[in-house]
C-alpha cells in the first residue's frame, strides 16, 4: 500500500482559502486513483473529491462544486486539493486516500485501501 501525508490545513476565515497537500510514498504514486474525503465531529467521514490516477477526470460533492479544485501531480507523488470560499461548514478533518482499480461515481470511503492522518480545516464565520 502506498503511505500518505497530509498538510495544509488550518485555521482561516469564512471566504478564505487554504490548500491542501497529499504526499505519497512507498509504491508507485501514479498507479492510484486519489480521494479527499473530510469528517466533522459527530460526523461520517464524507466524498469531497477524486481524482483518477491520470488527472484527466475529476469528481466533487455536490456542496464543494466551484468552490474547491483537485489536482495531481505525479512526478512529485502528490495530490492536492485547493478550497476557495470556505464556509464554516467545511470545518472538519481532511483525509486524502488512495485506490486501485476502477474510478467510479460512487466513492464509499471502504473502497480506498489506504489513508493518510488527516489535517484539520477550521473554518471561523
Known amino acids: 500500500q502506498v503511505q500518505l501525508a497530509e498538510s495544509g490545513g488550518g485555521l482561516v476565515q469564512a471566504g478564505g482559502s487554504l490548500r491542501l497537500s497529499c504526499v505519497g510514498s512507498g509504491r508507485t504514486f501514479s498507479d492510484y486513483h486519489m480521494g479527499w474525503f473530510r469528517q466533522a465531529p459527530g460526523k461520517e467521514r464524507g466524498f469531497v473529491a477524486a481524482?483518477?490516477?491520470?488527472?484527466?477526470?475529476?469528481y466533487y460533492t455536490d456542496s464543494v462544486k466551484g468552490r474547491f479544485t483537485i489536482s495531481r501531480d505525479n512526478a512529485k507523488s502528490t495530490v492536492y486539493l485547493q478550497m476557495n470560499s470556505l464556509k464554516p461548514e467545511d470545518t472538519a478533518v481532511y483525509y486524502c486516500a488512495a485506490k486501485t482499480g476502477s474510478l467510479g461515481a460512487r466513492f464509499p470511503p471502504r473502497d480506498f485501501g489506504s489513508w493518510g492522518q488527516g489535517t484539520q480545516v477550521t473554518v471561523s464565520s
Open positions: 481524482i483518477s490516477w491520470t488527472g484527466g477526470i475529476t
